[in-house]
Every structure is written in C-alpha cells, then in structure tokens.
C-alpha cells in the first residue's frame, strides 16, 4: 500500500502556487502534515493565529495547574476547537502539551503563578467554575454568562477550594451513570459545546 496515502494532511501544492502573505513557503513546497482545517493549508502559524483571534468567542478558560494533569492537553486542544479568546494557565508553568496535538501555537495563552495573579489579571470578568460539589449548579439549569471565563481543576481534586470561594458560581455535568464524574479533558469539552450552542456559536 503507498504510505502517502496514509500520511495526514496534504502534500507539496500544485503550481501555480496561491499568493498572499498568509502562504508558507516551506509548506507550499514540501507539504502541509498538520492538524489544521482545509482553509489553512500550507498557511504561516502567525496567520492561523491572527485569523483565529478576529473570529475568537467572548468565552475564556483557566487551568489550575498545580501538579502534572495529562489532561490539560486535551482541555486546551477543546479550547482550540471552539474558539475561545485566551486559555489561562495557573500553577506551574509548564504543562504537558502532548495532549493539546501543537493547538496551544494557535491561541493566546497566560501563564499566572498563583491565583490571586489570575484575579488580578482578569479583574472585572465572570468566573464560573467547573465542578461536581454540593451546591453546583446544571449546566442546563444555569445560564453561563456570555463574557465568562471557565475554571477547570486537575483531574481528581478538582477546583480548588480558593478557587471556588471566588468563582460567581459553579456548574456540573449531570450524570446517569454510577462514576462520580467524567474525566476533566471530556467536560471542558461537553461545557464549551453547552455554552457555544446556547450563544449561538454552533453551526449546523
């Protein structure tokens, strides 16, 4: 069987090659393997990104990052997929990126050492946090403001308790099942979907 046909992405673009500054060079020439939409084929990264942040949701999230969760790859991968205007990293600075498949080189990310830094910085902005406690509230019985930012905690001890006494409120993903929660990558993607269909940011 021809490996190339099994080889994600496109190869070198056919000539005449399309114009624009958008266009790598490298890319055009050799071929485009990345993890991209059709649209941005063979584009720079600097204009994927530029592209990105012109169409970018109102929604924000923040990771507490306080010891090495896996998962954080996939919530910030999720925060790609939707759109979202920043992903806000709080803790550690570093965090493993496997997971988020190089999405993190499309968005704009801030790192904030400590949480009183992360309030600081988004000072006047909507926290809602994502937890199953008692006291949080549905996610289909609570209206997430539009201009939100939502709070996801590693997997295990979830948000912290800091955390949670700032946040305006706190929301769960009901279950049917006998697990007491999904893993944190899946509901930072069920919630982004939630509040994307709700303000009208799903196309069907």
Same mark, same amino acid.
């Given at each position: 069987?021809n490996n190339e ?20 060079k490298y890319l /055009?020439?050799?071929?485009?393997? !990345?993890?991209?939409? =059709?649209?941005?084929?063979?584009? %720079?990264?600097?204009? &994927?990104? $530029? ?55 499309? /968005?704009?990310?801030?790192?904030? !050492?400590t949480i009183d =830094?992360?309030?600081?910085?988004? %000072?006047?902005?909507? &926290?809602? $946090? ?75």
């Open positions: 069987m046909v099994n080889r994600v992405g496109v190869g070198p673009c056919p000539k005449p090659w399309p114009t624009g500054d958008e266009y790598d /055009l020439e050799n071929g485009d393997r !990345r993890n991209v939409e =059709d649209k941005y084929r063979y584009w %720079k990264v600097e204009a &994927i990104k $530029a592209d990105l942040a012109k169409r970018a949701v109102p929604l924000e999230i923040a990771i507490e990052n306080w010891q090495h969760d896996f998962n954080i790859g996939t919530i910030v991968r999720n925060a790609n997929a939707f759109n979202v205007r920043a992903v806000h990293i709080i803790g550690r600075r570093h965090w493993n990126r496997r997971g988020a498949m190089v999405t993190d080189a499309y /968005l704009t990310i801030h790192h904030h !050492r =830094d992360f309030c600081i910085f988004t %000072k006047g902005k909507v &926290i809602i $946090a994502v937890d199953n406690i008692p006291g949080a509230k549905s996610i289909y019985k609570y209206n997430i403001p539009k201009n939100s930012i939502l709070v996801f905690g590693a997997e295990g001890p979830g948000v912290s308790d800091e955390m949670i006494r700032i946040a305006k409120e706190t929301i769960f993903i009901p279950q049917r099942g006998s697990t007491r929660s999904v893993n944190v990558g899946v509901a930072s993607g069920i919630v982004l979907y939630k509040w994307s269909e709700a303000n009208g940011y799903i196309e069907y």
